[in-house]
């Protein structure tokens, strides 16, 4: 039992993981020796976050390896933009089935597009052999260390703040039913559900600005509730104005409340910073909508997140997909 | 599909993983929102490694989890040893065939004990479902910006150089029947096994002393030829003085040249160095042993790692446990 790969496959691993990706000129040594070395620059702090994902349970396993890697490094770099971070590098832990080169190739080509548009590092990684697809990547970034020296955190909300959300809420929901059954289309929805698109620009702007943020993965409501806990105040959301995938008479309205994967910001703020944010909106040309406001928790009772429809407080059946 | 767990198991995860773990000075957010952030200290340069391992590959999937734990972090650590860096903090990725509240609690037992040895904060992670036990470690440390900026590589080795190992080689291949056979003990060999030492102190003594080094986890052989590889150089190692678990008379002796997992150090450093490094194995109660030197490779062949013993080169079938 051992850790690292040999002869031929070593050559394998070495050509995809070792060229192509960007350079970085934080980074003194990269891929290839017991570890990596950056030079944090001046003035920064280092925001870094883990992600696991694994075949069958965050993607279908026959899905084609450059969506995989695709869809991985995004949603992985999503959680630097729920941060206001400037993305810096990665690691790659990947777990393979088998020794399959033409898979390997396609993971790492669309590894490299995908670090290519951040403008990332592939820093250092692992590569093992094991029962299952798993990949875990951990991305870092920095944040300038003022005025926001933790960057754009959970747990600053306060009662009186509007919450908001940036694009739309549910289209990599509805794509799954697609994706499931034909994991090779990259059509309509399910570019939604593959490629999407890390709020980097938003976040790093919200600096200042948001009091509390996160990106959404587990569904609009879910990641409301951690924002709520975190913060300790209770959120009352307007179904009328969350901008969802469909209109809110559809039948699967439902289900762009609750449903994961959007990677769309969720993100509190005072209401003085309305025009601020109305005119961020337009310079990123990314919609922005005022969907509620930050509450008091009902006496004795935990934080809660609640959602009115006409007027009317609304009954959800899941408040998000809980896969552990 | 989804990314994070929720409800009961939420709890759970929460109460492993929250607290109980060393609290460092560098640490400005930790565990429980988007990203953790730290506060790099000014002249050092963050050295980081990301290893995978997976039960039945790595170490017996039945095998207690605390000792599991303590395995996966201290091999972890051990890369930042060979760096000479001083280990921070370190994050996990958790892949879990099911919801396993025992075993994750043993697993967060083991995991504490080896972080407040190592005196390193759990940053954060992620947890997830799947269909086999992959545990996936960022760990990071410093080391000094001056006079190594990049630590300690593979890649320095010059012809001429000394050949260096610390401790004695060997130990943990030939516990791997035992361990197979009865993953719960810990007694003699199996402790070598379960608990390898990262050597944080020579590694960190080592800066400006090594020309090269890297930690044995491959088997000596195989690893040596990293270093050969990177420093293009050939390593011409004397049987008769390598430190091995058994004489070079048992028929063990080629499984300890050739078996993996000792997280010793192997390391080369100029002849001008030999007394500093004497002295060094006094002060850390550590043997220090010469086992060869650096030569130039044969006209037209590539950097090669030979062995010798009565003075005849000696012939190895393997030169290490290739798992992928």
């Known amino acids: 039992m051992s850790e690292q790969p040999g002869g031929s496959e070593f050559a394998l691993i070495q050509r995809c993981f070792s060229s192509g990706y960007p350079q970085n000129a934080a980074t003194l040594l990269g891929v290839g020796d017991d570890a990596s070395v950056i030079c944090p620059p001046a003035g920064q702090?280092?925001?870094?976050?883990?992600?696991?994902?694994?075949?069958?349970?965050?993607?279908?396993?026959?899905?084609?390896?450059?969506?995989?890697?695709?869809?991985?490094?995004?949603c992985a770099v999503s959680d630097l933009?729920?941060?206001?971070?400037?993305?810096?590098?990665?690691l790659l832990g990947l777990t393979l089935p088998d020794n399959q080169t033409d898979w390997l190739d396609d993971f790492a080509h669309g590894l490299r597009d995908a670090a290519t548009e951040f403008g990332i590092s592939l820093l250092g990684g692992d590569t093992t052999r094991g029962p299952a697809l798993v990949i875990s990547i951990l991305v870092q970034g920095w944040v300038a260390t003022a005025p926001t020296p933790t960057g754009l955190t959970r747990s600053g909300a306060r009662v009186g703040d509007d919450v908001w959300v940036s694009g739309y809420i549910g289209a990599a929901?509805?794509?799954?039913?697609?994706?499931?059954?034909?994991?090779?289309?990259?059509?309509?929805?399910?570019?939604?559900?593959?490629?999407?698109?890390?709020?980097?620009?938003l976040g790093q702007s919200l600096l200042g600005i948001a009091t509390a943020a996160l990106d959404i993965s587990d569904g609009l409501l879910q990641d409301a509730h951690h924002i709520a806990t975190a913060s300790a105040v209770s959120l009352a959301l307007?179904?009328?104005?969350?901008?969802?995938?469909?209109?809110?008479?559809?039948?699967?309205?439902?289900?762009?409340?609750?449903g994961g994967d959007d990677y769309e910001l969720l993100?509190?703020?005072?209401?003085?910073?309305?025009?601020?944010?109305?005119?961020?909106?337009?310079?990123?040309?990314?919609?922005l909508s005022r969907i509620g406001q930050c509450q008091p928790s009902a006496p004795g009772q935990p934080p809660a997140v609640t959602v009115s429809l006409d007027g009317l407080p609304l009954q959800l059946k899941t408040s998000g997909y809980q896969h552990f």
């Open 267 to 287: 993100f509190t703020a005072s209401p003085a910073q309305q025009a601020s944010i109305q005119a961020l909106a337009q310079r990123l040309a990314l919609p």
């Open 45 to 74: 702090h280092l925001v870094q976050s883990l992600d696991t994902q694994v075949a069958d349970v965050h993607f279908p396993a026959n899905a084609p390896a450059q969506l995989i890697a695709q869809r991985t490094l995004r």
């Open 238 to 258: 307007t179904g009328e104005q969350i901008p969802t995938a469909v209109g809110c008479g559809h039948p699967d309205w439902p289900n762009c409340l609750t």
């Open 173 to 201: 929901a509805l794509s799954l039913p697609t994706v499931l059954a034909n994991p090779e289309t990259t059509d309509g929805l399910a570019a939604a559900y593959y490629y999407p698109t890390p709020r980097l620009s």
């Open 81 to 90: 933009a729920a941060m206001g971070a400037t993305p810096q590098g990665f």
